[in-house]
Structure formats: structure tokens, C-alpha cells
């Protein structure tokens, strides 16, 4: 039986594919034709995306070799290109991204302290936020049977750069450093973080450059880098807090005696123990201080019944207090007018200036007669640091004493066991005492304790430190 070559075809639902079968010639029938292909095309009214080399690649098989060419794409057509309006593609990480430039990267699982570990992820000032993508036209497409297909307008990110931010050349940049959010109208940069939970093991450890509050607790053994100032509306457990703003609790704060808050701002709290509390100004504790280091470059000043008991106390311009020590005598240490960023400066200078002198002594006394050039420009140069470290040392010392007229005024009671300095000289409380101020006399060089009569110096100072 002799039979001709079909092609038959089959064009897709969208009309933007037509696939081809070819079958064949059986014994005398005639062969695929070009001629042939086009007419079948053009009887279904596909004038448009014909694949040429196509069709004749399967003609070719058909005619040789006799073999069927099942669901050949023969003709397809061109898609609509959307239009693009410009939009922001944001190029940052936000708030809950991967750290973006200038992270570190992190240690391997069986080695990370989820302790330090801090999951806030923070932009810079300066650094690029996004960058304005611009817009592209759109170009039709057109199906296989020659017909235009319009094209679409590509949706894109609705947000424009918000608060702390700033457009330079089509590139938004944040203005301060913080967070970077977005809501449906706008990316921003907060420069305050509100922890509405605890800091702990969800939070990670807090490293942000703007203000913090905390809402619930600080757990044990998470720390808190802050720019500005940090808040807690409770009790904090203190393992290393740093800010250069204010630090204010409603609750107190405790530690394990190793435990350090140091702010280039004001202190407010309502307790503090067994802490190291550090501040360039002022301390105001409410209640009580217990076995805790605390220093200021202003006043340590407490409420009309804040007690300190044990530790020490080291107040630039002054102390008042109520309550100092206890009936069991516990050991006391009230400082004022000491600058103590000076003298902790002047212990650590002491120290290398020790260190240095040993290791001189130990290289002199190995010397020979006849020293090597190489030996005497060592010794030239351990001679040289600790003559620096001993000229730091005087400098220091002149600024160790910042204000002779600070002074120690306790309304309450004074127990034993405390011991009360002022400057260079010192005065040691042997007895119960009651209602004191403690001041320098200059003249003589000694700490004078005189009786505090009709005033109430430690409400006043009271309104002076907590306004």
C-alpha cells in the first residue's frame, strides 16, 4: 500500500507553540516537501515564528530513514516583555537577614557561645540601604497565527526610602546607625531597639549602636553593647553591660562579683550587689549598695533611706548616703574626691613600669664587660619605655585628686568598719557614729567628722540626682 507523508499538527491552548508529527511515506508515496509544510501551516492560519530548521530536520529523518517525528516544535511564538516601573531594590540586611558587609563570621557549630552570640543584625551610617532600579519599557509579543499580545506592568516593592535615610545618585544610604525595617510603604533605619521579652538565649546577646530597652529580664551571662542609653523596667543580672548613654533600672542590679556596668552617662537604680558600676557622671542608687565596686566622676547619691554596706565607694565630687556599714562591722570603703578612671590608669602604668624595671635588672645583671651593640640598644630601649612609664606616672598622680572640696555626709547611722577617704587623707570610723559629714580640711591635711545639724542634705541631694 502506497501512502503520501502527513504532517499533522497541533496548536497550544495560548497559541504560542505549534507542535508537528510527522509520519512517513509508505512505499511509492510521495515525500515531505517544504512546499508541502507550508501549506499545512498556512491552512491552520500560523503565519507567524515558523522554525525552519526545525521542520526540515524532521523532513529529513522522515524521508531517510523512514521513521515517524513525534512532537516537533515547528512554530512558537515571542512573549510579552512587562513594562518595569523604577522601584528601590533594597541591597542591606534587615531586621531578622544575614549579616551583610563587614560581618564576622561565625564559629563552627560544636564551638559557638550562644552567650555571645548576637542575633540583631545592624546597619552603619553611610552604608547602602538600596539603590534605585530604573524603570524599562515593555514590548508586545505576538502568538502564532500573527496575533499582538499587550504587555503587562510587572508589579514591584511599593517601599521609598523612610526615616534615617538619605538619596545620594539613586543609592538610599541610612543617616545613623541601628536596624534597618520595612513596612508595605517604606525601609528605615530605628536607631532605638525594644526588646519586649527577656534577653537571653531567643535574643542573644545585645550589640546595637542606638538606644535599648529591655522589657523583661537580662539573663545571666548576656551582655548588652549599647551607642546610646540602655532601660530595663526590672532587675537586671548583670555580666557585662556597656553604653555611652544613660543606664536606668526600675529593678536593681546584681552580679557574681565579676560582674561590670560602665556608662559614659548617668546611673539610676533601684539596688545594686555584688557588681563593679562604673559611670563618668553620676550614681544614684535608691535603696542599698552591698559588697559592690562603684565609681564616678560626679556624685554617688542615694535616696533618705539608701544604705551601703561593704564594697567600695569612689565619688569624684562627693557621697551621700544614709546608712553606712552595719552592726556586724562589715568592711566599708567610702571614696570621695579620687578620680577613678585616673587611678585605675596609674595602677595599670605601676605595674609596667614594675615589669619594665625587672626585665632591665635582669638584662643589666647579664651584661658582660664587653656588651654587643645589639644588647646595649636593648637596654637603650627598656631604659627609654620605662622612663615614659614613669612620666605617666607623674602626670597621673597630679590628677589623681580631682576636688579637695568633695566630701562624705552620711543622715543615718555609721557603723564600725568603715572607713571613709578623702583625697590623699583617710579616716577610720572605730565607734558608732550618727548623722556626719566628713570633710577635708586643707590646713592640716586630715579628714574632719562634724555633726550634721537641722538639714537634710541627703533629700536635697536626693532632688539634685533624681529630678
Known amino acids: 500500500m502506497d501512502r503520501d507523508a502527513i504532517l499533522e499538527i497541533t496548536i497550544s491552548d495560548d497559541r504560542m507553540s505549534v507542535y508537528g508529527t510527522f509520519l512517513p511515506p509508505i512505499g511509492a508515496g510521495r515525500p515531505f516537501s517544504p512546499d508541502y509544510v507550508d501549506a499545512i501551516l498556512e491552512n491552520h492560519s500560523v503565519v507567524f515564528g515558523t522554525l525552519a530548521e526545525a521542520s526540515g530536520e524532521a523532513m529529513f ?10 512532537d516537533v516544535l515547528i512554530a512558537r511564538g515571542t512573549e510579552a516583555v512587562p513594562e518595569r516601573p523604577p522601584y528601590w531594590k533594597i541591597c542591606a540586611s534587615g531586621d531578622g537577614g544575614t549579616a551583610g558587609d563587614g560581618g564576622t563570621a561565625r564559629p563552627a557549630p560544636d564551638r559557638i557561645d550562644y552567650k555571645s552570640e548576637t542575633h540583631v543584625q545592624i546597619v552603619h551610617a553611610g552604608q547602602k540601604l538600596a539603590e534605585l532600579e530604573p524603570a524599562s519599557e515593555g514590548v508586545e509579543g505576538t502568538d502564532v497565527l500573527g496575533n499582538q499580545i499587550p504587555f503587562p506592568t510587572q508589579a514591584v516593592p511599593p ?12 543609592i538610599a544610604c541610612a543617616a545613623v546607625s541601628g536596624r534597618m525595617l520595612a513596612n508595605a510603604a517604606e525601609f528605615y533605619v530605628e536607631d532605638r531597639l525594644e526588646i519586649s521579652g527577656d534577653v537571653g538565649y531567643g535574643t542573644g546577646s545585645i550589640e ?41 533600672s526600675t529593678g536593681g542590679i546584681i552580679g557574681r562579683g565579676k560582674a561590670l556596668l560602665r556608662s559614659a552617662d548617668a546611673i539610676h537604680v533601684r539596688f545594686v550587689g555584688n557588681c563593679y558600676v562604673e559611670s563618668k557622671l553620676s550614681v544614684y542608687v535608691k535603696q542599698y549598695a552591698y559588697h559592690s565596686h562603684i565609681g564616678c566622676l560626679g556624685t554617688f547619691s542615694m535616696a533618705k533611706s539608701g544604705r551601703v554596706i561593704g564594697g567600695v565607694i569612689t565619688a569624684a565630687q562627693g557621697v551621700v548616703c544614709n546608712t553606712l556599714g552595719n552592726s556586724a562591722e562589715i568592711a566599708t570603703y567610702v571614696r570621695a ?32 664587660d664587653n656588651p654587643t651593640d645589639r644588647q646595649l640598644d636593648i637596654v637603650h630601649r627598656l631604659e627609654e619605655a620605662r622612663n615614659r612609664y614613669a612620666e605617666a606616672l607623674g602626670e597621673l598622680t597630679d590628677g ?19 572607713r571613709v577617704q578623702i583625697c590623699r587623707a583617710e579616716y577610720v570610723v572605730t565607734e558608732k557614729m550618727k548623722a556626719i559629714r566628713f570633710r577635708l580640711e586643707k590646713e592640716s591635711g586630715r579628714i574632719v567628722a562634724a555633726p550634721i545639724k537641722d538639714e537634710t542634705p541627703a533629700a536635697a541631694d536626693e532632688q539634685t540626682a533624681n529630678p
Open 61 to 70: 529523518a522522515c524521508n531517510t530513514d523512514k521513521r515517524a517525528q513525534k
Open 159 to 170: 517601599q521609598q526610602p523612610g526615616g534615617n535615610t538619605y538619596v545620594e545618585n539613586d
Open 208 to 248: 546595637f549602636p542606638g538606644d535599648v530597652v529591655v522589657k523583661g529580664e537580662i539573663k545571666e551571662g548576656f551582655h548588652i553593647w549599647a551607642g546610646k542609653s540602655v532601660s530595663a523596667d526590672r532587675t537586671v543580672d548583670v555580666s557585662e553591660i556597656y553604653c555611652r548613654g544613660a543606664f536606668q
Open 337 to 368: 574626691g579620687i578620680n577613678f578612671i585616673v587611678e585605675r590608669k596609674l595602677r595599670l602604668n605601676r605595674e609596667k613600669h614594675h615589669a619594665m624595671t625587672l626585665r632591665l635588672q635582669k638584662l643589666t645583671a647579664k651584661l658582660s
Open 400 to 418: 589623681l585628686d580631682s576636688n579637695e572640696d568633695a566630701q562624705v555626709v552620711a543622715s543615718g547611722d555609721i557603723y564600725p568598719g568603715v
